[in-house]
């Protein structure tokens, strides 16, 4: 008996929204065939860079995925870490589609919204096990309140479940990239399908490696992934998989769209707006903000000395400040990391921060959470770094004198100061930067003390 089966994917959308009408226009289309239809999402849709997606915790975005008539999605690191754990445990509540993750446990037991793997029959009798991991940031769920597997390991535990051994295909809703899904192909030859995502790769016509197809469909929704199977007799016979530009489903961007997606973001700011967060009395310069982030980062987190560059900064304050305000000044999916370094240690990091910031001051910056522009101008706050010297409480530091350091996230996980990766860093959940900020203002409001910090430019 021959089966035919056709599957959609979406990847890493990241709440860019204004993608949204011609990916509905482009999977309307896509679902017009005699083959049976399976929607899936491979996460990441969910980023709180958006207004609305951050207003309502991705509640939004799951809306949207029941409107497209998504079937199975997983999670990414943009729902599993860019929310709190609190956040990501009712994400799923109104969801018409079914999360499936294998590799992340709450308390050593699988989370309530999610099945750990699903054996979906076909109406011809098909079976297929669809198997679902994100990419294991070990240091940064741990804090938020999961853990996180190894996926390879899970992997193997899951092949070796009868119900899957007994399935037809083995399909992979993979959010680990690239690297792993090509490890997983040359591996396992018992997975023949992996829609890969995380690094926003592109597989236009799919790819294959041994037995195991790939497929990947970049990110942001500009392409719609479609994998058409043919199955006989319980075996593989043809699969063919393309990445369509949803451009091709762009109508000049008619007037209809443009109101939609200006909507959605005023929508966002308007619940946003509702929830006044101080009255500084005045509008504040660039320069007094960036001193009452760094202040509210170090008193926030407990913490004596911050680092932090003013490209993080994307908006003044005041003289009243909302969560809108405060969503439009720090969009940044980013919480903080602590570190407990020697006067010596943090010699050396500013060594390195200040002389790569002058090559990253104009560079455009994406990924790691960071969602402004450019890099800009590095900031110190409760200490100065000048002509080599670190200054702290009007002296000169002395080389085994202990501090704590905090840093923004991106810091630790991007490539570019090797000598913090090196360090042991505490992860600081559950507040994003932009929530750490709110918490100062609240307390202190127009009474802000700026010449608590100093800011060295």
Known sequence: MKDTIRILHINDLHSHFEQYPQLKRAVDDLSQTDREL????????????????????????????????????????????????????????????????????????????????LIYQTKAGTKIAFLAYTFPYYVTYAPNGWKVLNPLT???????????????????????????????????????????????????????????????????GYYIGCIDLTVEDGQLRECQIVAIPTKTYLLDLDKEDRVFIQAMREEGYRRLAQEKVADLGRKLSFDE????????????TDSQLTVLNTGLIM????????????????????????????????????????????????????????RGKTFGQVITGNFAYKNGNLLYNGRVVDSHEKFSLVLVDQYYYAAYFPTIKEKDATLLFPDLLRELVAKYLRKNGANWDKSIITASR
């Open 154 to 220: 899970q992997l193997e535990e899951d092949l070796a479940r009868p119900e899957v051994q007994d399935s037809d295909l083995v399909v992979l809703l993979s959010h680990l990239g690239i690297r792993y899904d090509e490890q997983i192909a040359e591996t396992y030859p018992q997975v023949n399908l992996i829609i890969g995502s995380h690094t926003h790769h592109l597989f236009e016509e799919g790819k294959l490696i041994n037995e195991t197809y790939l497929a990947a469909a970049d990110r942001y």
């Open 289 to 300: 903000t960036c001193q009452v982030v760094l202040e509210a980062v170090c008193q926030e």
């Open 315 to 370: 908006k003044t304050l005041g003289p009243q400040v909302t969560m809108a305000d405060l969503q439009e000044a720090l969009p940044h999916q980013m919480r903080m990391a602590r570190l407990v370094v020697t006067g010596q240690e943090l010699k050396e990091i500013c060594q390195e921060v200040f002389t790569k910031a002058e090559l990253l001051r104009n560079q455009t910056i994406k990924g790691m959470g960071f």
């Open 38 to 117: 399976i929607k899936v999402d491979l996460g990441d849709n969910v980023d709180k860079s958006h207004p609305l997606s951050d207003a309502t915790a991705g509640r939004f975005n799951v809306a949207l995925m029941n409107e497209l008539g998504i079937d199975y999605a997983t999670i990414g690191n943009n729902e599993g870490i860019g929310l709190a754990k609190a956040e990501l445990d009712c994400l799923y509540e109104q969801a018409n589609f079914q999360p499936i993750i294998g590799n992340l446990k709450d308390k050593g037991r699988q989370p309530d919204w999610a099945k750990p793997y």
